[in-house]
Structure formats: C-alpha cells, structure tokens
C-alpha cells in the first residue's frame, strides 16, 4: 500500500505562526508513513456567492489540491473564541459551489496550540460542527488542545522532548484514522 497523501491546513495567516510550527514538527514525527504537504490558504480571496458561476481560480487550484488528498489535518490558532476568519474562508470557498465541493468525505484531524491555558479547545469545537456540514469524518480522540511553551518546537523545527511521546501517538491515530476511512474518489 502506498503512503497517504496528508493535506496541512494551518488556520493561520500569520508569518511567523506558531501553529505552522506545530504543523511542520508534526509532519516530520510521521513522515516515513506518510507524504504530507501545506495548502496554503493565504491567497484566496474572500469567498462571495457572486462568484459561484465564475469561481476564482485561487479556489479552484486549492479545492483541486484539497481533492488530491487522502486526508486533511486542520492546525489552527484561536480566534475570539472560534476558528480563525482565513480558515473559515477557506472552507466556505472549498465547499462551493453547491454539491461541488472539495471536502466531502475526506478524513480529518484537528489539532492546534496557543500560549494560553485552554489551547485551542474552542476553535477546535467550531471547526469540529462546519467538519460535519461538509460530511468530513473527524477523528474524534485523543484531542489535542496543545499550549504552547519554549521547547515545544525546538530551533530545528522538531517536536521536544516533553511532547514528542503524545504528538507521536496522536499523529500514528490521525494516520490510522485515515487508513480506517478511506475517501471515495
């Protein structure tokens, strides 16, 4: 069996996201069992129905990146309490037009990290309720609301030591998850 192709969404746009960090660290704890590769959500414009005849080809590029996938795993930060608007845009955009979305029946996993005590637990609830809209299967345990402290990633970009033990265990589950629910194309 060949290796799963695992899509990187980082709720972020921020260039120096802790998150992307996160994200990189974690792709590189699994990556002899998977290839995995960040769709950048940067560039897409704001999403508005009016294009839905016409889409922008920002969208259509990323929804055929997202397509190509044998998983998604979302890393997002929290914002206000919710998932972060570049993010949300990202998976309205990805979703449209109607019933000719990107993101039906891709295996998911969310994980993400914040300096404070709390993490990412309600950023990670939001994007959990639009997952089930766009008929996503989430991997629902272990949750991974990580606060981020020195050494989480350390300078070469690895995980450290204090969370590699659980980072590695909650990457081998996303991956068996995504084994156990394959898309069909």
């Known amino acids: 069996m060949s290796k799963p192709r695992i899509g990187i969404i980082v ?5 120096s996201s802790i998150n992307m960090q996160l ?3 974690l792709a590189k704890l699994v990556s002899a069992d998977a290839d995995f590769e960040i769709i950048d959500i940067t560039p897409l414009p704001f999403y508005n129905r009016d294009d839905d005849a016409n889409t922008p080809k920002a969208f259509v590029d990323f929804k055929a990146q997202v397509a190509s996938m044998d998983g998604i795993l ?3 930060p929290e914002h206000n309490r919710s998932i972060p608007a570049p993010l949300k845009n990202a998976l309205d955009g990805g979703s449209r037009p ?6 039906n029946g891709i295996p998911a996993g969310i994980i993400g990290t914040s300096p404070g005590g709390a993490a990412t637990a309600m950023a990670q609830q939001h994007l959990r309720n639009v997952l089930v809209f766009l008929d996503m299967p989430t991997m629902a345990q272990p949750e991974g609301f990580i606060q981020w402290k020195d050494g989480l990633v350390d300078a070469d970009g690895n995980i450290g030591a204090a969370s590699h033990q659980f980072l590695t265990g909650w990457m081998q589950k996303f991956l068996a998850w995504v084994a156990q629910h394959p898309r069909k194309k």
């Open 11 to 15: 709720g972020s746009n921020s260039q």
């Open 23 to 25: 994200a990189k660290g």
């Open 74 to 76: 979302f890393v997002t």
């Open 98 to 103: 109607f019933k000719q979305g990107a993101w």
